[in-house]
């Protein structure tokens, strides 16, 4: 899958949603729930996402030539 | 009115207009005061429910000058515990410094009688206004404050702007924040001579239009008047609270006996980022996190909180909005 193909599939789920912004915010929480936890070696302070809310982590690495995201939080719904 | 008569203080010449609210006032006595008579060995005092900008300026006279922080504690329901107070006040005491009321909690503090003892151990208080502005009766001469600052944009007012109080006495005898124009009497490059009070502490040039706007937010609020402000922010608050705090699962942050309008709340299994997001898509502005009193919130073992705010223009059926909101929400995510 191409990453306009990713991204035409994110743009058509999202086109669902009718602009209706609490659906929208649910969807992504839901999103956000369906991602997997990250290592917890990774769950250290240079991977924290400063600011005021609350604790994720972003971590992110190169793989043949593609780079990948993987992101959790303290309070994620797992 | 002027924001001298606002706060009724006595001269014209105890009123420094700041450019950056409140976190200017402080760091301008932390700064000047601070750092000019406090020294190694003395102690600041800081309450536990402080907001960020009281305290961090503290913490840098205190790295600087070899001094020592300590902390009022506050009770689970977010009152200062006075007892422990006057235990820490000591000879060593040189300042103590605390707001009127809590940012996050809405908590009003007994500042008359903490200052009162405050002086009483030869301490000097400064009192963060901020929260208290545009909802209680402010008479520095009656609380006998010795600094006492307050920020235009929490009383209607625009941003980048608001004043500091300062008794003369303490305000003559400290040296200059910024140096600069305005400040100065005559300049040569042997000896500068300062200016008189407040110009001493009025460098450059200040955010002029913004200070004339207070005047207007002033007396938007003295046309109210304070007693009926302060009686419909407080039927709100006491009807939210009621709503809110029987809703399930909800737990109320900050349930002192003398509070403003301010309902502090998590909820049991939803982040309250979430509930804030929630609540802006359907147009009701919280503020969520810590409030920058992150002391406060490890305090509390929390990481932070929801906060509703009423304000003069708030309305009951604003709150049954949220309600409302709220009751969809924790269907949703629960």
């Known amino acids: ?78 | 009115m002027r924001p001298g008569a606002f706060i009724n203080a006595k001269e014209r010449e105890e009123i420094i207009f700041l450019s950056r609210g409140v976190t200017e006032g402080v760091n301008l006595v932390a700064h000047s005061y601070g750092r000019t008579f406090i020294k190694s060995g003395d102690e600041i005092v800081v309450s536990a429910i402080e907001h960020h900008s009281n305290i961090v300026p503290w913490q840098m006279v205190c790295e600087e000058k070899g001094a020592k922080l300590r902390v009022i504690p506050v009770t689970d329901n977010g009152e200062l515990i006075i007892e422990e107070y006057l235990k820490l006040l000591s000879p060593k005491t040189k300042m103590v410094v605390l707001n009127h009321v809590s940012n996050s909690l809405g908590t009003i503090n007994p500042i008359k009688e903490i200052i009162a003892a405050a002086h009483n151990a030869g301490a000097v208080v400064l009192v963060d206004g901020a929260q208290a502005a545009a909802h209680l009766k402010i008479d520095v001469q009656e609380l006998d404050v010795d600094f006492y600052a307050i920020s235009s944009h929490k009383m209607y007012g625009p941003t980048g702007a608001g004043i500091l109080y300062g008794k003369r006495e303490l305000l003559e005898k400290m040296p200059p924040f910024f140096g600069g124009g305005e400040m100065i009497k005559q300049v040569t490059f042997e000896k500068t001579t300062y200016n008189d009070l407040p110009y001493k502490f009025e460098a450059g040039t200040p955010n002029i239009a913004d200070i004339i706007a207070l005047k207007p937010a002033i007396d938007f609020i003295n046309g109210l008047t304070k007693e009926a402000i302060g009686a419909h922010e407080h039927e709100l608050l006491t009807y939210a609270t009621a709503q809110v705090g029987s809703m399930k699962g909800v737990q109320l942050i900050g349930t002192a006996k003398n509070k403003v309008g301010i309902l502090s709340f998590i909820v049991e299994g939803i982040h309250h980022f979430d509930i804030g997001q929630m609540l802006d898509a359907r147009g009701i502005a919280v503020r969520t996190g810590h409030h920058c009193t992150q002391p406060l919130m490890d305090r509390l073992k929390i990481e932070g909180t929801v906060r509703a705010s009423f304000a003069v223009y708030n309305t009951k059926q604003e709150v049954d909005q949220l309600i409302e909101a709220l009751d969809r929400i924790i269907s949703f995510l629960k």
């Open chain 1, 1 to 78: 899958m191409s990453i306009n193909d990713i991204q035409d599939e994110i743009i058509s789920e999202f086109s669902l949603l009718d602009g209706d912004m609490e659906m929208t915010i649910l969807y992504i929480m839901e999103l956000g729930q369906k991602l997997a936890p990250i290592k917890d070696s990774d769950r250290v302070e240079d991977n924290v996402v400063k600011g005021c809310q609350s604790t994720v982590w972003l971590v992110g690495h190169e793989e043949d030539g593609r780079v990948y995201f993987e992101a959790d939080s303290k309070h994620c719904y797992h």
